[in-house]
């Protein structure tokens, strides 16, 4: 296969980046899309160019390094699947093919592909998990857990994190990444002492790190590689609204004292 | 000549983890406990859980980890699920026989004492996965499910569909963000550990390269935690990320840390076959296809027909052939020695040439298709984005590939190594797999560590040190990062023309080749002479694109390919020296009949530590002998 690539090139942060193009000749149909991307970066180190700078790890779908847009679409044209389980074969022979970073204003730029995800770190910081120590805890068939529940909370967890929903939202909004993660510990019995609490403070600092609203576009479910569904945004606008209501506290720093 | 006491606990092996912490171990008191810096390098299972709950027991601790989240660590690839011995079945599972399964899966080659101590501790790592809010999957009671796993006659593994590593990563994950925000816990991401720092006979802390600016720096503490994985990337080609790497590792060993049992390497028999010289990883498929698949080859190695229009004739089922009693089922590393074998003689099919047939016209013709593809329906979608083809209609190929090193850092029972101050947790110690890894168990192992075992026993080292006894101004440090930055100089100096990913495929195939499914003297010591003439022709011939003082992927990867070529040759020397066959290792001199592992516990029942001593000098060989007391050796047999 013979393919022309149209690349972002940006040095770093601060360099204000372009399109550049390359012609690759010895594509095969086999090659994971990655692949061709390290039979381009082998061929610009030989020349003595500075290789293409993107993110990638476990290149099984998982690890939610990976992270291009490829023809617009974040991780490229096939649906429920990431850019490191997208082949070639997917593109047809004299392609031009486009690859952009995720283009968010809360994804700063790093290096070319590479962008600054940190934020979504930091929204799981404000309340992404259900306060505990390591220790002793009660056998966990004291706590029965419908299976419809804990599948549908699986549903949710399964979000690997990816930013896939930022790229693809012409909002840049989060609020599939905060729903999932609010859902998945929503839902389950273990979450409810600190649900709406987590409601509240995950969607502050995800307002807070720059990304967009929710004008349900639905672009991200569209573009979600594990298929993450935005009824979980339906949830998460209850929960929120519910806790604005109740105008909760959060006694956290007060419990510590006393 | 290593001090290696392992500190195990004297006494029958039921309560010796209770005795040792109500006996042996000194604590550190809430007070206090701030007072003292811990860094744990890597946010895997272990590396996560261990940060997590030592920041939550008020220790200062500093995590670090070279992606761009800790989310991201290979431990959230993990399949299958994690063993417990709930013994929510019923069917007669205990603490007893998951530490019976794992020391017998591992052939004998693990200390008993941390054996035991893992199969006691895997319930309490259920309980709190649960609490953390990992999403289990249930029955429709409510309560947890079970499924069965390779080796074992109990129904103990828990599992969350076919992600159970992603949910208990998950779950560290958010204890570690939680205690990030509580401020216990600082995280550097995209931050690569290139070395650790010794002094005074003492692990001091580590120097680090921000791998977006470049810039190098100290990071002193009074306990250092290597949490980095295993090494199955110096094969190139293996089911790991493609971060994965040693560095970390054989950094503290030529630092002085011992490395045990380097050659123990877990070859998985079914994975998707590399499609080109291109092939990037390896992606794992169930074994549990080999239930229904039948393995063959054609026997023509000219044979240009399609699978489909090769008649029975001319098919070789050659696991079927050469056990006639158990066929396709015969053990991972019968079945993965088997297919290496069939595709060196020229049978192999695909466009490598390195793959066999996985077969499942006749399941279908036997049960229909609905029937096999509902029993298989994730794995045949799975193949079929991959490879294109569908399994229903023409056989799946399959391959062996590297999946697990069992060898790692020497530790003791508290798992720290033989430095004073450095621990070693996870796949990146080599505590409790022997020589092979039972499904299921590495997750356990990582939790077990990092939530329960670390966190109690580093107060015991903690306690007897005054906290902040040396901080980076202490010369040792300057002496590192000059060490440091001079290789980077060196790597960027090298202008060749060969990029650092050609030296590091070149090197996976001579590990394959020689230190790969089944090893022999002869092969074993042509690796030995090729590894260094590839080393000499790396640093003769590397060409490393842009400079050091920004995000420089081939750079990071250079430097970790350094470290993989001298590693490789210590993993060769271990499978010489190891002159018997034993779980994984197996040496073609010492094999029964059937093909399987013959141990000689006369000369090789100890663990194998390796002392470095110096640039082009041999390491010395230290063993500490392993005693079988709870547990006495007996065959392994899976036959009977």
Redesign the interface.
């Known amino acids: 296969m013979k393919i022309k690539l149209h690349v972002w090139r940006q040095?770093?942060r601060t360099d204000k980046g372009r399109m550049e193009s390359y012609e690759l000749d010895n594509v095969?149909?086999?090659?994971?899309f990655?692949?061709m991307m390290?039979?381009l970066?082998?061929k610009?180190?030989?020349e003595?160019?500075?290789?293409v700078?993107f993110?990638?790890?476990?290149?099984?779908g998982?690890?939610?390094?990976c992270s291009m847009v490829i023809n617009g679409e974040a991780h490229g044209p096939k649906s429920e699947?990431t850019t490191c389980?997208l082949?070639m074969?997917h593109f047809k022979d004299g392609a031009e093919i486009y690859i952009e970073p995720w283009r968010a204003s809360a994804f700063p730029v790093?290096?070319d592909l590479?962008v600054?995800?940190?934020a979504?770190?930091r929204i799981?910081?404000?309340g992404?998990?259900?306060?505990?120590?390591?220790?002793?805890?009660?056998?966990?068939?004291s706590?029965?857990?419908?299976?419809e529940v804990?599948?549908t909370?699986?549903d949710a967890?399964?979000c690997?994190?990816c930013g896939a929903c930022v790229a693809a939202c012409p909002n840049g909004s989060a609020m599939l990444f905060t729903a999932a993660k609010a859902s998945?510990?929503g839902m389950?019995p273990?979450?409810q002492p600190e649900r709406f609490d987590r409601a509240q403070s995950m969607v502050k600092q995800m307002e807070s790190e720059g990304f967009g609203s929710c004008r349900n576009y639905a672009e991200c479910e569209a573009q979600c590689p594990k298929g993450i569904s935005i009824a979980f945004i339906g949830r998460l606008n209850s929960d929120f609204l519910r806790a604005s209501l109740l105008e909760p506290v959060d006694r956290r720093g007060e419990m510590k004292s006393q | 000549m290593l001090t290696l006491n392992s500190k195990i606990p004297s006494g029958p092996i039921e309560n010796a983890w209770t005795r040792h912490v109500n006996n042996n171990l000194r604590l550190v008191g809430p007070k206090n406990r701030p007072k003292y810096k811990i860094i744990v390098v890597g946010s895997g299972l272990a590396g996560a859980?261990a940060a997590?709950?030592m920041g939550?027991?008020g220790y200062k601790v500093e995590c670090f980890c070279f992606?761009?989240?800790?989310?991201?660590?290979?431990s959230?690839?993990a399949q299958g699920g994690i063993n417990a011995s709930k013994n929510?079945r019923n069917d007669g599972d205990s603490t007893w026989r998951l530490f019976y399964d794992t020391q017998k899966g591992g052939d004998y080659r693990a200390r008993e004492q941390n054996v035991y101590r893992l199969a006691e501790l895997s319930t309490?790592i259920?309980?709190?996965a649960?609490?953390?809010?990992v999403?289990?999957?249930?029955?429709?009671?409510?309560?947890?499910a079970n499924r069965s796993f390779g080796g074992v006659l109990v129904e103990r593994t828990f599992y969350?569909?076919g992600?159970t590593g992603?949910?208990l990563l998950?779950g560290a994950?958010?204890?570690l963000?939680?205690q990030?925000?509580a401020k216990t816990v600082k995280?550097h991401?995209r931050t690569e550990m290139l070395d650790l720092v010794v002094a005074d006979g003492k692990a001091r802390g580590i120097v680090v390269r921000n791998l977006?600016t470049g810039k190098i720096t100290s990071h002193a503490a009074d306990a250092v935690v290597l949490a980095t994985g295993g090494y199955g990337n110096v094969y190139y080609l293996s089911t790991n990320?493609?971060?994965c790497n040693v560095t970390a590792n054989f950094r503290a060993y030529r630092r002085g840390a011992g490395f045990a049992n380097p050659c123990f390497t877990q070859i998985h028999p079914t994975s998707i076959p590399a499609?080109?010289e291109?092939?990037?990883?390896l992606?794992l498929m169930s074994e549990s296809l080999r239930n229904d698949g039948r393995i063959w080859v054609p026997r023509n190695p000219e044979e240009k027909r399609a699978p489909a229009n090769i008649p029975e004739a001319d098919r070789y089922y050659y696991l079927e052939e050469r056990y006639p009693r158990f066929g396709n089922l015969v053990p991972r590393d019968v079945a993965a020695r088997n297919a290496k074998d069939v595709c060196d003689k020229g049978l192999g099919v695909g466009?490598t040439g390195y793959g066999v047939y996985l077969d499942f016209g006749a399941a279908i013709q036997d049960k229909g298709e609905e029937a096999v593809k509902a029993k298989y329906d994730n794995l045949f979608e799975m193949y079929e984005?991959?490879?294109?083809d569908d399994p229903t209609k023409t056989p799946m190929r399959i391959y062996p590939a590297v999946h697990y090193t069992m060898g790692g850092l020497w530790v003791d029972y508290n798992l720290m190594t033989n430095l004073p101050g450095l621990y070693s947790i996870g796949e990146s110690n080599f505590a409790d797999h022997g020589a092979n890894r039972l499904g299921a168990s590495s997750l356990m192992q990582c939790l077990a560590d990092g939530?329960?075992i670390l966190?109690v026993t580093i107060g015991d080292f903690l306690s007897q040190h005054p906290a902040g006894e040396v901080d980076t101004h202490h010369p040792a440090f300057q002496e590192v990062e000059k060490e440091v930055s001079g290789q980077i100089d060196r790597l960027l100096s090298v202008n060749g023309?060969r990029?650092s990913?050609?030296f590091h495929r070149e090197l996976g195939k001579i590990m394959w080749e020689h230190c790969g499914i089944s090893r022999n003297k002869e092969g074993l010591e042509e690796g030995l002479r090729k590894i260094p003439e590839l080393r000499e022709e790396f640093w003769k011939d590397l060409?490393?694109?842009?400079s050091s003082d920004?995000?420089n992927?081939?750079l990071e990867h250079a430097g970790r390919v350094v470290d993989f070529l001298d590693f490789g040759e210590l993993m060769c020397r271990d499978a010489l020296l190891r002159d018997e066959s034993c779980g994984c290792h197996l040496r073609e001199e010492h094999q029964t009949p059937e093909g399987e592992a013959k141990r000689d516990d006369e000369r090789f029942a100890h663990v194998a530590v390796f002392e470095y001593k110096g640039e082009g000098v041999a390491p010395e060989l230290n063993k500490e002998p392993l005693a079988f007391d709870a547990l006495p050796l007996a065959a392994r047999n899976y036959k009977t």
């Open positions: 040095s770093t095969v149909p086999d090659m994971s990655l692949e390290d039979t970066n082998e610009l180190t030989i003595g160019h500075d290789p700078a993110d990638h790890d476990c290149r099984e998982v690890c939610g390094m699947t389980q082949y074969r790093v290096k590479v600054d995800r940190s979504f770190d799981i910081q404000a992404g998990f259900i306060s505990n120590h390591s220790g002793p805890k009660p056998d966990p068939n706590i029965p857990i419908e299976p804990a599948e909370s699986l967890a399964t690997i994190g998945h510990l389950l273990q979450g | 859980s997590a709950s939550a027991m992606q761009d989240s800790p989310r991201r660590a290979h959230i690839a929510y309490a259920i309980d709190q649960v609490a953390q809010g999403p289990f999957a249930r029955e429709y009671g409510g309560k947890l969350c569909r992600e992603q949910q998950l994950y958010s204890a963000e939680e990030i925000a995280m991401t977006e990320a493609k971060g499609s080109g291109y092939q990037s990883k992606t466009p984005r991959i490879t294109a939530y329960f966190p023309t990029s990913e050609s060409k490393l694109p842009g920004h995000l992927q081939s």
